[in-house]
């Protein structure tokens, strides 16, 4: 079995490839470890290979992992990047970095309420259901320009992009990243603060080569880095 340092050091290598094919900085590529189902341990083995960015995905999950331990005075970020429901954003709200999964004008006005309620500062990323399945979570494209207004509106939150998962085949899953960033690129005519508006949190194990050059500034890497779940 690979060690997690080989396999990290194997991604960076393939981010370098990626971002010198398509013309870009690597530094403007964070790579976030998807830690969900696996241990606190495995997080701290990661972090000490130099991985400062990791990404939950269950709520109870997180916050027990968060609290263990092994993760104890450790400056690791951490990112939500499920799906998060209105009544869970009490439970993570003062202890993430970032929140990749609203995707409901309702979820993102609770995340402001809580927000100002606990005198917080949040910052999010609107998901995208890029592929049209019903079976993912998602807001429809065509709804993200007209709840924009409404959305920055919101005080003690800020969008700073868009994220998607991507369908299971890779030529779609281009067509759905480019899709992602032209409509990033549209939500940002709209926004009173453009520079704010700047990640597109794409790819994950299988396809963060291709979400590198179609624009990707997050990529969400699980198995590739911590083996099968
Ligand atoms: C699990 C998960 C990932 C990581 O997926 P891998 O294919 O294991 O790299 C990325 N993003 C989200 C939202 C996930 O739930």
Not at 42 to 65: N, T
Not at 80 to 93: A, T, Y
């Amino acid at each position: 079995m690979e060690s997690i340092a080989s396999n990290l050091q194997a991604i960076h290598e393939q981010i370098d490839a990626a971002c010198l094919k398509a013309g870009r900085d690597p530094a403007g590529v964070s790579l976030i470890a998807v830690s969900k189902t696996k241990p606190a341990a495995l997080v701290r083995e990661a972090f000490d290979a130099g991985q400062v960015e990791f990404g939950e995905s269950y709520v109870q999950e997180f916050v027990q992992k968060s609290e263990d331990p092994v993760l104890e005075n450790i400056p690791l970020k951490w990112h939500f990047v499920g799906h998060l429901q209105s009544n869970k954003i009490r439970m993570i709200i003062d202890r993430v970095a970032l929140i990749h999964g609203i995707d409901r004008f309702s979820t993102a006005e609770e995340l402001s309420r809580q927000a100002v309620k606990r005198n917080l500062h949040v910052e999010y990323l609107l998901e995208v259901n890029t592929s049209g399945e019903a079976s993912k979570y998602g807001m429809p494209p065509a709804e993200v320009l007209p709840l924009s207004a409404a959305l920055f509106s919101l005080p003690n939150i800020t969008l700073r992009g868009l994220m998607t998962i991507a369908s299971p085949d890779i030529a779609e899953a281009k067509r759905e990243f480019r899709s992602l960033r032209i409509l990033l690129d549209e939500l940002r005519k709209l926004a009173p603060d453009p520079l704010k508006l700047s990640e597109l949190s794409m790819g994950m194990s299988g396809d963060f080569t291709e979400a590198i050059e179609e624009g990707a500034t997050m990529i969400r890497v699980g198995t590739a880095i911590f083996g099968w779940r």
